[in-house]
């Protein structure tokens, strides 16, 4: 015969300390929501980064609406519930922005004057380099570009 070391407080307890893979992941999505919407309210927080982390704030908020209504969530909808944009770009910040954009803008022209066999259609390559070009030449310009126009920018259509 067994004895258990454990009461049946005990083992209540110990139950209640384990949190569930989803709960934990509510949890950070609370967390990342609270600092979106913590950092859109700051004092030096540009429009654009407001905007950007009201944005998340959203996609957080639905995120946890989801979870906690038993609806499915795919990994890319949480990874992007989870980012906090920054509330402005640093002079640092803008230069590898800018730096990662004429690579990218580069991959997109070659892709767009050299498709001839892929099935991306050539016009897609156009319109990402026209969209990485005006985010460069606007962050060279020192005008605020959106967090999520930066991500767009730098997609570069993948040949298969």
């Given at each position: ?14 139950a209640a ?112 380099y026209t ?26 259509p993948r040949?298969?």
């Amino acid at each position: 015969m067994g004895v258990c070391a454990c009461s049946p407080a005990a083992s209540q307890s110990q139950a209640a300390n384990q949190v569930s893979p989803q709960s934990q992941l509510v949890a950070q999505l609370q967390e990342a929501k609270q600092t979106d919407i913590h950092l859109a309210l700051q004092p030096g927080t540009s429009p654009v980064g407001q905007g950007d982390l009201m944005v998340a704030a959203s996609k957080a908020d639905l995120a946890i609406f989801k979870l906690t209504n038993g609806e499915p969530v795919s990994e890319a909808d949480i990874t992007e519930a989870l980012v906090v944009p920054p509330p402005s770009l640093t002079a640092e910040q803008r230069a590898d922005y800018i730096v990662r954009l004429r690579a990218a803008c580069k991959l997109d022209n070659r892709g767009w004057t050299h498709n001839t066999r892929y099935s991306v259609a050539p016009q897609e390559y156009l319109v990402q380099y026209t969209m990485c070009e005006r985010a460069c030449t606007n962050l060279r310009m020192g005008q605020e570009v959106s967090y999520y126009t930066l991500q767009q920018a730098l997609h570069v259509p993948r040949n298969p």
